[in-house]
């Protein structure tokens, strides 16, 4: 009787050994397809950009401003315009949404206030961005009766505040409590233990948030249709209607002439390019401060 038992015992392990490592050999598997199917389409997408987009690489696209069609015209005004619109959303957007998102993690909790503001941010997280853009035409464009590049930043920096707010109120979540107590216990006021170790525990986090927001906007067009507008002129003046890659691109890829496709073609490229690099660089310098 003993015996048989204990061979039941076995056979029952061995089939449950046997099922385990079945599901484990699936879960990997599909894992592993996941992943060929993410690179594929990614890689996809970069060799469809460099195939188009190489071809119109030149001097006389950095060095001019857009122009009609066969002026043998560039993209300097639209990739100035976009550098200083993007960059100007990122200086307002970053500092509100990470002064939130600590609010949030280590202030707010749980309050009715707290509710209130990861509410309203998610919202904005799934609003659409010709909302935005209309948003500020009617409480900045309209009332000043022109377009500008800074209602063009303003919408921009909209949309990339609640993605950093999620990003470093979850980061922020991430750092051992342990940590924390022991900046108090050695007498370290809050402020001080949030700034310099919860900050510094979490920056690499922090750092993605902020380069997913530039990534959100750099490539954003429908807001910068209400606020912005464009201008085929060179112009680095916040205050008038501003040139932009993204507007450059909808405007030119559904024209009928061939110049003007191919620098659409080139400023989707230089767009990617332009996010991939930057995301090299912060990666590269993070990994160079933590040593």
């Avoid at 009787?1 to 039941?8: E, I």
């Avoid at 594929?40 to 690489?57: D, R």
């Avoid at 100035?80 to 707010?108: D, K, N, R």
């Avoid at 922090?206 to 060179?234: C, D, K």
Wanted: with cysteine; proline share 4%.
């Amino acid at each position: 009787m003993a015996t048989s038992r204990s061979l039941l015992r076995s056979d029952r392990s061995a089939s449950l050994l046997l099922r385990r490592k079945v599901t484990d050999r699936m879960a990997t598997g599909l894992s592993w397809l996941a992943m060929l199917i993410v690179v594929c389409v990614l890689g996809s997408i970069l060799w469809t950009l460099l195939k188009n987009g190489l071809a119109g690489l030149s001097i006389n696209l950095f060095t001019h401003s857009m122009a009609a069609p066969g002026q043998n015209g560039g993209l300097a005004n639209a990739i100035m315009g976009s550098i200083l619109q993007t960059g100007l959303a990122i200086l307002l957007g970053t500092p509100a949404g990470l002064l939130t998102g600590i609010y949030l993690a280590e202030y707010g909790t749980n309050s009715v206030l707290a509710r209130t503001m990861r509410f309203v941010s998610d919202m904005l997280l799934s609003a659409p961005s010709i909302l935005i853009g209309l948003f500020i035409y009617m409480v900045l464009v309209a009332p000043l009766g022109h377009f500008s590049g800074f209602a063009g930043s303003l919408a921009l920096a909209i949309l990339a505040m609640p993605i950093v707010v999620r990003t470093t109120e979850d980061m922020l979540y991430l750092v051992p409590v342990a940590m924390r107590e022991a900046g108090i216990a050695l007498g370290a006021p809050k402020w001080r233990v949030i700034l310099f170790i919860c900050l510094r525990a979490a920056r690499g986090g922090i750092l993605t948030g902020v380069l997913l927001a530039v990534a959100r906007v750099a490539g954003e067009t429908a807001p910068l249709l209400f606020t912005s507008l464009g201008n085929s002129e060179w112009s680095v003046d916040m205050n008038r209607p501003m040139a932009s890659l993204p507007v450059a691109i909808y405007q030119y890829a559904g024209s009928p002439y061939q110049d003007w496709m191919q620098q659409a073609w080139t400023g989707a490229l230089l767009v990617t390019l332009g996010v991939l690099v930057i995301n090299i660089v912060v990666r590269v310098g993070t990994r160079g401060g933590r040593t």
